[in-house]
């Protein structure tokens, strides 16, 4: 079955640097577009970041462009975020998604079918 599983979430002071990372089994990972999400407290889940299943596409919501990169290893089976530049507006739940289809087709929840548990990120001194 389709598992998809977060790591990297923690504490980090505003200005730091996080690395997420998502290991995928249980499809052929290399077929799917892949996402980030995140959801604050009180707020609704937000898209982040998608890339396509090569790796060739990505997509990122305006909030942290310049700041947060998305990439993939497909021979390891795993995304990843790597955030920098973090502000305490980034603290969020976030989550890896698989997407529908090879490419991305937007930073919606509809755009993708199976979730991770998801990892908290806090952004605070």
């Known amino acids: 079955q389709v598992q998809l599983v977060e790591s990297g979430g923690g504490l980090v002071q505003p200005g730091g640097s996080l690395r997420l990372s998502c290991a995928a089994s249980?499809?052929?990972?290399?077929?799917?577009?892949m996402g980030w999400f995140r959801q604050a407290p009180g707020k609704e889940r937000e898209g982040v970041s998608c890339?396509?299943?090569?790796?060739?596409?990505?997509s990122y919501v305006d909030s942290v462009k310049g700041r947060f990169t998305i990439s993939r290893d497909n021979a390891k089976n795993t995304v990843y975020l790597q955030m920098n530049s973090l502000k305490p507006e980034d603290t969020a739940v976030y989550y890896c998604a698989r997407g529908k289809y090879y490419s991305c087709s937007g930073l919606r929840d509809n755009a993708m079918d199976y979730w991770g548990k998801g990892t908290l990120v806090t952004v605070s001194s």
């Open positions: 249980g499809f052929n990972f290399d077929n799917r577009a």
């Open positions: 890339i396509s299943g090569s790796g060739a596409m990505t």
